[in-house]
Nanobody
Framework: QVQPVESGGGLVQAGGSLRLSCAASGRAFSNYVMAWFRQAPGKEREFVSAINWSGSSTYYADSVKGRFTISRDNTKNTVYLQMTSLKPEDAAAYYC?????????????????????WGQGTQVTVSS
């Protein structure tokens, strides 16, 4: 199993950029699909982005496509989320998740139930 730990959140002005990192302790990091979800106060947790085992395929929510980029470094057991052109509606707690079960093998990257391991979250605040 792996234990994700997020970092890199903070306060940024609208239009600015942030890079989130997720370091995953444990073994066989490269066996896991990694994803980012976010949850704003009073809202449900929503999918942001995912990356497959090798990093060759990436997936994005329509709301962040073209502005966010997910990447991973399997030598460092770390996944990143580069966020640019941030908007006030991007403000949320961002969670890193890991999974390698059948749901992900079948391509269900967008569902939080597909992931088994979650970090504690890092807060992103965007001022207008």
């Amino acid at each position: 199993q792996v234990q994700p730990v997020e970092s890199g959140g903070g306060l940024v002005q609208a239009g600015g950029s942030l890079r989130l990192s997720c370091a995953a302790s444990g073994r066989a990091f490269s066996n896991y699909v990694m994803a980012w979800f976010r949850q704003a106060p009073g809202k449900e947790r929503e999918f942001v982005s995912a990356i497959n085992w090798s990093g060759s395929s990436t997936y994005y929510a329509d709301s962040v496509k073209g502005r966010f980029t997910i990447s991973r470094d399997n030598t460092k057991n770390t996944v990143y989320l580069q966020m640019t052109s941030l908007k006030p509606e991007d403000a949320a707690a961002y969670y890193c998740a890991a999974g390698n079960g059948l749901k992900l093998i079948l391509g269900n990257y967008y569902n939080s139930a597909s992931y088994d391991y979650w970090g504690q979250g890092t807060q992103v605040t965007v001022s207008s």
